[in-house]
């Protein structure tokens, strides 16, 4: 079965996040391990890497994956591209320190570049960082998206074209969010959608490069290319498709990340949404 958690705040220092998680039922969480919102990276103290790791030796969390910087565009021009690429390395040196393998990332926008120009472009400065960072294990977990504009990773098939500009590069992987998907125009809502998503995600990325989900439900219609997350059960994608998710032998001990409102039922109500679903 897949590792039920969510994304934790880190606010009071990175160690609280573990506390959290272990109020919340978390069996795996998602954290930002820096301010998302700025450029500047802060060194990591050995206090707080040394915090992190004791914490962790307590905690009921099984694994711990990292988002990135919503400013990073790897798809940019120049000084936003070289920003976007140091700060990708630094966020793979800040997990490394942490022992967190895997870093979520937005693949970026295509902004005034055809799409085929804009996929070579982020696969040429993802090849750069790995190689930055060649005496790392953290892996970079590319995000699906909803579509909107000109954002990268909204049909999956770019995906495939990106692991073919990288030469399959095994530090490349991939991270799933269901209702992004959705939003993108893939069906999931019936056993056999959900089958053939899969399958498709199999075709393009390979079910063994697939290390992280997203999990939360949508306001939204299928294909609308809007981002809007709801909690389970309440919006248009329904149940059954998280149903299938957690009990899915494929995904065995893989994260499964709440990324749903914190307002109303917030993590705690869902997470317990998710254990009725595994029959607990």
Same mark, same amino acid.
């Given at each position: 079965m897949a590792l039920i958690g969510a994304h934790i705040s880190v606010a009071g220092g990175l160690h609280k996040a573990y506390q959290r998680a272990d109020a919340a039922g978390c069996e795996?969480?998602?954290i930002f391990t820096r301010n998302q919102r700025q450029w500047l990276n802060v060194p990591l103290s050995f206090r707080e890497i040394e915090e992190f790791y004791?914490?962790? %030796?307590?905690?009921?969390v099984k694994k711990v994956v990292s988002h990135a910087s919503y400013l990073i565009n790897?798809?940019?021009?120049?000084?936003?591209?070289?920003?976007?690429?140091?700060?990708l390395i630094s966020e793979l040196e800040r997990c490394s320190q942490l022992s967190i393998g895997d870093v979520v990332l937005h693949p970026g926008f295509a902004l005034e570049d055809t799409w085929e120009?804009?996929?070579?472009k982020v696969s040429a400065s993802l090849l750069k960082v790995?190689?930055?960072?060649?005496?790392? %294990?953290?892996?970079?977990?590319?995000?699906?998206?909803?579509?909107?504009?000109?954002?990268?990773?909204?049909?999956?098939?770019?995906?495939?074209?990106?692991?073919?500009?990288?030469?399959?590069?095994?530090?490349?992987g991939f991270c799933v969010d269901i209702c992004h998907v959705f939003a993108a125009g893939y069906e999931m809502r019936t056993h056999e959608s959900y089958?053939?998503?899969?399958?498709?995600?199999? %075709?393009?990325?390979?079910?063994?490069?697939?290390?992280?989900?997203?999990?939360?439900d949508s306001k939204m219609e299928r294909g609308s290319k809007k981002d809007r997350h709801q909690h389970l059960g309440e919006g248009t994608i329904g149940l059954e498709p998280f149903s299938m998710l957690v009990?899915?032998?494929?995904?065995?001990?893989?994260?499964?990340?709440?990324e749903?409102? %914190?307002?109303?039922?917030?993590?705690?109500?869902?997470?317990?949404?998710?254990?009725?679903?595994?029959?607990?």
């Open positions: 795996a969480m998602q004791r914490t962790s %030796k307590g905690s009921s790897l798809g940019g021009n120049g000084p936003i591209r070289e920003k976007s690429e140091q700060a120009d804009a996929l070579a790995l190689e930055a960072t060649s005496d790392m %294990k953290v892996r970079i977990l590319l995000e699906t998206m909803a579509g909107q504009g000109s954002v990268l990773g909204g049909d999956i098939s770019e995906f495939s074209a990106i692991l073919d500009h990288v030469e399959g590069h095994p530090r490349i089958n053939r998503l899969v399958d498709l995600l199999d %075709k393009h990325v390979g079910i063994e490069r697939i290390h992280c989900w997203h999990l939360s009990n899915d032998a494929r995904f065995e001990n893989i994260p499964a990340i709440l749903t409102p %914190k307002e109303g039922m917030g993590d705690e109500g869902n997470i317990s949404v998710l254990r009725k679903l595994r029959g607990e």
